[in-house]
């Protein structure tokens, strides 16, 4: 049987980047055959499959994603990530799982083992979904899109869980939705290049993008009505090689996040317009290319079903445990399974923080931080017990 808090270190230590989880896709598969399950690999890319046959009842997918992320890890853990990878730019980076994913992906061979153990006292079918490239957006649809439930069987419920910077042993949730779409822009405006003194010869697109940036910021403020949450933040700004050289482009990489078609397309129509109307402000001898590039829709928790399993949670943790009320501004793709079988998803976060050992004052850090890091107990025995404890809510 895997030593679970083992096998979260040896993840821990061996991140691998999105859709290049193999030596982790190899150790979760390794670690669940033994337990009884039906086990697939490279579903949808790195993805892994164990199907628990139990007899008559409902068919419950548990789903961990699995990916790591190119960040430094600067914990100063014993078991730290060292890892480099290369990006799919060719690019030789840090990579650490500093969204907790090694987490989830433990938590559900924890939890596959405890139901595996239990096998007499429910009937039904489990799925172990083990699903990569959750930071690329593209994992959950790969999988699905790879046949998921056309080889592995349709669930009558998906259930998923994130862990964060709340206190371990905790549990959040929301009901309705959770955690925000995700739009991402790739957009290159056009100038004309020249020598840096003499300014009046060029079109400078180093200023356009500038005025772009300040002017996007006014989209939250002054475009979407207060009650409703949106971000709009520009991550990537890139252009020019030299002081003295006026160059050709600029590129802007914009990220938005928000809670509604309604509202993302307001969001995203402003995007264009700003960038357009900024190109054409300053004179660009060409239009701006606009390329919306990566989707995540939002993530609901569906009402009743999350209703179901949250009094489970009560019942087996006490309401104390509980943390009502979770909206996070972040994003994720599993709700791409649920509505793509046409069945609820249920999803909800657990707590990483020891705060009886947290010095005042100290910042926590968040996930994608380089250093975030859960601490293993009673993290990993929490999100062990909620995946048990939800899929019996489901199971017969
Ligand atoms: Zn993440
Ligand atoms: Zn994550």
Known sequence: MTDLSELYRDLHQHPELSSQEFRTAAVLAEALRPLGFDVTTEVGGTGVVGVLRNGDGPVVMLRADIDALPVEEKTG??????????????EDVPVAHACGHDMHATCLIGAATELAEAREEWSGTLLAVFQPAEELGCGARNM???????RFGKPDVVLAQHVGPLPAGFLAHGSGPVMAASDTARIT??????????????????????????????IVSREISPSERAVVTVGRLQAGTKENVIPETAEIGVNIRTFSEHTAGIVR????????????????????????????????????A????????????GQERLIPGAVVNSSEDVG?????????T?????????FSTWEPGRA?????????????????????????????????
């Open 306 to 317: 999350t209703g179901r399993t949250v009094a489970a949670f009560a019942a087996h943790f």
């Open 144 to 150: 699905v899109d790879d046949g998921l439930f056309d």
């Open 77 to 90: 853990l014993p078991y730290a990530s060292t890892a480099r990878a290369t990006n799919s730019d060719g």
């Open 346 to 354: 249920v999803f909800w976060f657990f707590g990483g923080i020891d």
């Open 269 to 304: 129509a402003a995007v264009e317009r700003i960038v357009r109307a900024e190109a054409a402000a300053s004179g660009a001898p060409r239009d701006p290319e606009i390329d919306w590039h990566g989707s995540t829709p939002v993530l609901v928790s569906d009402p009743d």
């Open 336 to 344: 791409v399974f649920g509505a793509a079988a046409g069945v609820p």
């Open 189 to 218: 405006l056009h100038g004309r290049g020249g020598h840096g003194s003499a300014p009046e010869t060029t079109v400078d697109p180093v200023l356009m993008a500038a005025h772009v940036v300040v002017r996007l910021q006014g």
């Open 364 to 396: 926590v850090p968040m996930n994608h931080s380089p250093e975030f890091a859960p601490e293993i107990e009673p993290t990993l025995t929490t999100g062990v017990d909620a995946l048990v404890v939800a899929a019996r809510a489901w199971l017969a």
